[in-house]
């Protein structure tokens, strides 16, 4: 992982722990509505779990898009494959180091949440941490993305193109649960319109992992879109990106 | 060893290298020569398998230079060596003895023989985005010669060098050749290759103009120079 500057990895790591001890007055679940605690797990911390989860996409995505240009102006790239090296090889290292990376960083982010609540409400909710493994499967999606982007269009505009398609999948996926949620159906005693455009269906589902993942902590009952469930849905996306990137990088001229 | 086999480059409609053939025997110290823009470096990015021909054939061994297993015993030092910032020298050097296999003590006495062989002992720790040009020149060529290569492919490898460098570059290279490493060496210093290299080819607009032993080209009674500037600027 020669990418991260070590020193700032944890310096950031560092920060960002201290922001969340500090704000965590705001998250513990000291929620009383007519004398009942809500939930054991807070509304708050739900919200901060995806808040992370958003941070860390955009943060992967900005790493992402300088990952192979910057390696082929530093010589990294070079380094390894003037040695017997295969390219799919250092692809895949490249891609896997970034995400084992993003992905610990968010779980130790998610952890000290999940230390929090354990404190104050002596609660262990494991499924906090789960979800977390859980929604990282988002951030190797976008990383993968990024990078295959990277290898045709200049670097920001595909980190961009990755957000894009990461907030289009949001509003669309995102609508279709607000439409479908008990609070709405209950009320209006009406389903969402079942004839939903079938690229929604098939587009890369980030948003109903995350819901997914969301369901988990608080143990509701997960309502997905369309008949393939999000996870099989965002790894065939992974692994079909990859194999994309691979083939392409092979071809490439460094 | 190696065999280029009627090799074109081109890049978009440009020809940098045009039906280039030739081969270079097992133990031989070979040497490309020609001006800026001819086309050396682009061979030798070819044989690196970092660029594909666009017609043509290489070999080395007898493995085309596109697989990695070609890559098994070579050293290779790039025109302008560059060195990832964050490592020091010692760091990328350690990397390259990990890549060519070698690990733990093996790898770090390795590393110490060759920057002894580079005289870069002692600044070996510092991080190489403090190094002067030359000095990334020597970690490169420390990094060209580790773990005891059969083929050495040096483009431009005392560029930035001092006098001193230059000639202790010369010394390990000649020191290599007599344990039957082979060579193959971009240069523009004529008088470097007239003292150490066996064969020679001059490579002029991607084409090669002429291509036979340092001895045979000398007994025509002209320095390598001469035959240089007369041949490449004929045409
Ligand atoms: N990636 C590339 N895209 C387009 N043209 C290129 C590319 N690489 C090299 N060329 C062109 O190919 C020609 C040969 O370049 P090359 O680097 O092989 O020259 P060289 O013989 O090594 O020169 P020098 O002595 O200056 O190192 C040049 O005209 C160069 O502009
Ligand atoms: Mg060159």
Redesign the pocket.
């Known amino acids: 992982m020669d990418q991260m500057r070590l020193k700032s990895f944890y310096l950031l790591l560092a920060l960002s722990i201290g922001l969340l001890i500090t704000m965590r007055g705001c998250y513990s679940s000291d929620y009383v509505i007519n004398g009942q605690p809500v939930e054991s797990i807070g509304y708050a911390s739900r919200i901060l779990f995806h808040a992370i989860i958003m941070g860390m996409l955009l943060m992967v995505s900005m790493i992402s898009m300088t990952l192979f240009s910057r390696d082929q102006n530093d010589g990294s790239v070079y380094m390894f494959l003037s040695r017997p090296v295969k390219r799919w090889e250092y692809v895949l290292g490249r891609i896997s180091g970034t995400w084992l990376l993003s992905a610990w960083f968010m779980l130790i982010l998610h952890l000290t949440i999940f230390l929090i609540i354990w404190f104050r409400t002596n609660e262990i909710s494991l499924a906090y941490l789960g979800a977390s493994i859980i929604c990282s499967l988002n951030l190797l999606f976008i990383i993968v993305a990024v990078c295959l982007f990277s290898l045709f269009i200049p670097n920001f505009i595909s980190a961009i193109l990755a957000i894009g398609l990461l907030c289009t999948g949001f509003v669309s996926d995102g609508g279709y649960k607000l439409l479908n949620s008990e609070m709405l159906t209950t009320l209006t005693h009406s389903v969402a319109d079942p004839s939903i455009a079938s690229w929604r269906i098939f587009y890369p589902k980030l948003f109903m992992v995350q819901a997914y993942a969301d369901s988990l902590i608080c143990r509701s009952k997960f309502v997905s879109i369309g008949p393939v469930h999000p996870l099989i849905n965002i790894c065939t996306f992974i692994v079909l990106l990859t194999l994309i990137t691979l083939l392409i990088f092979n071809k490439k001229?460094i | 060893m190696i065999v280029l086999d009627n090799i074109t480059k081109k890049?978009?409609d440009?020809k940098?290298v045009d039906q280039v053939s030739y081969q270079v025997n097992k133990g031989d110290f070979f040497s490309l020569l020609?001006?800026?823009?001819?086309?050396?470096?682009?061979?030798i990015r070819m044989l690196m398998g970092f660029i594909q021909p666009t017609s043509g054939n290489i070999t080395i061994k007898g493995i085309s230079a596109a697989e990695t297993r070609a890559r098994k015993k070579i050293g290779y030092i790039a025109?302008q060596h560059m060195i990832p910032p964050y490592l020091s020298g010692f760091e990328y050097l350690f990397r390259h003895a990990s890549l060519v296999g070698l690990s733990g003590r093996d790898a770090r006495i390795e590393v110490e023989r060759v920057v002894e062989v580079v005289s870069m002992s002692g600044k070996e720790k510092q991080k190489s985005s403090g190094y002067s040009k030359g000095m990334k020149q020597r970690i490169g060529f420390a990094a060209a010669i580790l773990g005891n290569p059969e083929l050495l492919i040096l483009d431009?490898p005392v560029s930035g060098l001092d006098p001193i460098g230059i000639r202790d570059v010369r010394n390990i290279i000649c020191d290599l050749k007599s344990r039957g490493v082979t060579i193959v060496l971009?240069s523009?210093l004529l008088s470097e290759v007239e003292k150490t290299c066996d064969t020679a080819a001059i490579i002029h607009k991607g084409r090669i103009v002429i291509k036979d032993s340092i001895a045979s080209i000398m007994a025509h009674g002209e320095s390598l120079e001469d035959l240089f500037i007369k041949l490449t600027q004929e045409t």
């Open positions: 001229e | 890049f978009g440009f940098a020609g001006p800026n823009g001819a086309g050396k470096t682009t061979i025109e431009e971009n523009h």
